[in-house]
């Protein structure tokens, strides 16, 4: 298993430590139907839409939006987790955040026992980084 886990380190580089830290920051933030109210509240909801739609592909959102509409502190405590600064926190959530409510949101909605599919949708993203 060693040598597996070797492999499945050098193609992600990190990633699966960086899912890792912002599933558990999620969780953290109230689970994903909480965070969703929060990017709802915070005028993303046009974006949002486009994360949760089978129809279209996803609006890129970026850093400084999130940081607005989720809150400096909120931004700042998955900088701490990452050991990055705010600002890097901020652009790598934007990377990510839309591809974890994609996994959350087959269907087109996240269900009310998504918080608990949390790890599955770490492990589909790490499947889609190394199958693609």
């Keep these: 298993m060693g040598l597996f886990d070797d492999v499945v380190g050098a193609f992600l580089k990190g990633d699966a430590g960086k899912y890792q830290a912002i599933l558990s920051w999620v969780e ?6 909480v965070l969703l109210e929060k990017l709802q509240s915070g005028g993303l909801g046009a974006i949002l839409s486009t994360w949760l739609s089978n129809q279209q592909g996803n609006q890129p ?26 600002s890097t ?7 990510q955040l839309p591809k974890i409510i994609d996994a ?10 998504a918080n608990n599919d949390l790890l599955s949708a ?10 693609r």
Excluded: C, R, W
């Excluded at 953290?28 to 139907?33: C, R, S």
């Excluded at 959350?104 to 026992?113: D, I, R």
């Excluded at 770490?122 to 199958?131: A, P, R, V």
């Design 28 to 33: 953290e933030q109230g689970g994903i139907q």
């Design 61 to 86: 959102v970026s850093g400084e939006q999130l940081e607005s509409a989720l809150g400096t502190n909120a931004v700042f405590d998955l900088g701490q987790k990452l050991g990055v600064d705010t």
């Design 89 to 95: 926190a901020s652009s790598l959530l934007a990377e």
């Design 104 to 113: 959350l949101s087959p269907q087109g909605e996240v269900s009310p026992q």
């Design 122 to 131: 770490g492990m589909e993203l790490l499947k889609g980084k190394l199958f």
